[in-house]
């Protein structure tokens, strides 16, 4: 029987895989672990003896908090993994309206996350990574790093990120947007980490209106850009994650048109506060049960902007050998060709990256003069951060 574990500091189970532990890359990262203070057991997902509901042990659903009523869960699914560069990963995307990208080593995501831990313990808030009592609310959400802090610009400079986005695009030109990194506790020491879910929605306006400032207009039936987040840590129906509704960019100028018109001067976002609740009511066949793709770390989820997409929380209990200090840890990184952005945007960039603002999900879109003032004060009274010292490449990712 699963049961909530005690506060008490951390043994770190071996991986579950007896085969994987003779290879030449499980020893190989075993000793990077040891180097770096965490170890396979914290990017592998544990699967054996666990009661998570793989296909081998269905296990019971739990309710989700904010679920829409009459939605049906989310389904845990196997779907297609693709190489950067692979044509048939923007097929998928056109397609389906997402895919899952192959883009950071084992090695790369131990490294990733040890400096995310690093980044944690001495922000000064007492956070230790092998001691869950240590992970109160309250030291979590202050030790938190912000979007220009050194493990977030390490995994948007991996070479095979911008890969994938230059496969999708079709450029080697690219901007990275400044965007965050979600990382959620491992909620079987404490069910009020767990989440809930429910908040669909649609990151870009649905229309297109001339103070954006893009270089080129979009209409409802335009992909203006590929967002996507790229995970360290497997994850499972337990861990929570990016849940979308396959297929949904296209449909989207169906939606905004019969469930948005009223707003439509107003560069409105279909979001979980206005037009979608009423058009899941409505139409509930429309949308079709919402999937959360199968990730393994290193992973990107890539999917088209209009797919109406959120984040869940886990489904199942844990595993009872989860013992991994993160359920979640990924990076939110979207790409834009650079010949998108107008000369604002990439001035406005170049000030965002020196005084440690963010910028959302589309890279080419400029920070409005009169946001970027008060994003500026806003960091700059808590936790700015000025990004690391860049390499080429992550340069040329910024302006
Ligand atoms: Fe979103």
């Known amino acids: 029987m699963w049961a909530p574990r005690s506060n008490a500091k951390m043994v770190m189970p071996p991986l579950a895989h007896a085969s994987d532990r003779s290879s030449p890359s499980y020893r190989r990262l075993r000793a990077l672990g040891e180097q770096l203070g965490g170890g396979v057991n914290e990017i592998r997902s544990p699967t054996a003896g666990s009661n998570c509901g793989g296909e ?59 400096k995310f831990w690093r980044f944690i313990e001495a922000a000064g808030h007492g956070v230790r990574r092998d001691d869950p009592s240590s992970w109160t609310d309250e030291a979590w959400q202050a030790s938190l790093p912000p979007t220009h802090a050194e493990p977030l610009w390490f995994v948007r400079g991996v070479p095979k990120v911008a890969k994938c986005w230059e496969g999708l695009l079709g450029t080697d030109e690219l901007l990275v ?132 997409h959120g984040t869940c929380c886990g489904k199942v209990r844990p595993p009872n050998d989860a013992s991994a200090p993160l359920f979640r840890a990924a990076v939110h990184v979207t790409m834009s060709p650079k010949s998108l952005a107008m000369d604002e945007a990439l001035e406005t960039r170049k000030l965002a990256l020196e005084q440690g603002v963010s910028n959302g999900h589309p890279a080419h879109h400029p920070i409005p003069r009169r946001n970027f003032e008060s994003a500026v004060s806003y960091f700059a009274s808590g936790t700015k951060i000025p990004a690391p010292p860049l390499n080429t490449h992550q340069m040329s990712l910024v302006a």
């Open 177 to 308: 947007s400044f965007c965050g990194a979600p990382l959620n506790r491992n909620w079987s020491y404490n069910n009020q980490w767990r989440g809930g879910g429910g908040s669909f929605h649609v990151d870009r306006g649905a229309y297109y209106h001339p103070g954006l400032g893009v270089r080129i207009p979009y209409g409802l039936d335009d992909r203006d850009y590929i967002q996507g987040t790229v995970t360290l840590i497997d994850n499972g129906p337990h861990t929570g994650g990016n849940v979308v509704f396959p297929r949904s960019h296209k449909y989207f100028r169906y939606i905004a048109e019969t469930y948005h018109r009223p707003m439509k001067e107003q560069h409105a976002y279909i979001n979980s506060g206005s037009s979608l609740p009423a058009a899941m009511a409505a139409e509930p066949d429309l949308f079709g049960t919402p999937i959360m793709a199968k990730l393994k770390a290193g992973d990107a989820f890539v999917w088209d902007d209009r797919v109406i």
């Open 56 to 114: 081998d042990a269905p296990a019971e659903l739990l309710p989700i908090p904010g679920w829409p009523e009459g939605l049906p869960m989310y389904e845990f699914v196997d779907v297609p993994r693709f190489e950067p560069g692979d044509p048939a990963a923007l097929e998928h995307v056109n397609e389906h309206g997402y895919a899952v990208i192959s883009v950071l080593s084992l090695e790369e995501c131990a490294i990733a996350l040890s």
